[in-house]
């Protein structure tokens, strides 16, 4: 499975960004897919998973009400609506794929490379 971001640039604080994920699987609604972020200086961490159907989501508690993952599995996409945005956000944010045995995924498969997002003070 090969995995590409997009949609990281430099954003305000407050602002809006929408990342996406391209999969190149061809049973994509197999895969969980997640979100992680590593911000300078600290390890990956994550930040949201959705499972193969779409219909459950997990988020980190930094994020909860100010993100949104979905996807599109007809497009073999995911996507990171992230609202309201801190600088503390700010990091490489890399899209990652499970293959789906079970919830939540005890790790992930593959991983694509990051997308840097920049929020300003």
């Known amino acids: 499975v090969q995995l590409q971001a997009s949609g990281g640039g430099l954003v305000q604080a407050g602002g809006s960004l929408r990342l996406s994920c391209a999969a190149s699987?061809?049973?994509?609604?197999?895969?969980?897919m997640g979100w992680f972020r590593q911000s300078p200086g600290k390890q990956r961490d994550f930040v949201a998973v959705i499972n193969g159907s779409g219909g459950v989501k997990n988020y980190a508690d930094s994020v909860k009400g100010r993100f949104t993952i979905s996807r599109d599995n007809a497009k073999n996409m995911t996507y990171l609506q992230m609202n309201a945005l801190k600088p503390e956000d700010t990091g490489v944010y890399y899209c990652?794929?499970?293959?789906?045995?079970?919830?939540?995924?005890?790790?992930?498969?593959?991983w694509g490379k990051g997308t840097l997002v920049t929020v300003s003070s």
């Open positions: 990652a794929a499970a293959w789906s045995i079970g919830w939540p995924p005890g790790g992930m498969d593959y």
């Open positions: 699987a061809r049973t994509f609604f197999r895969y969980d």
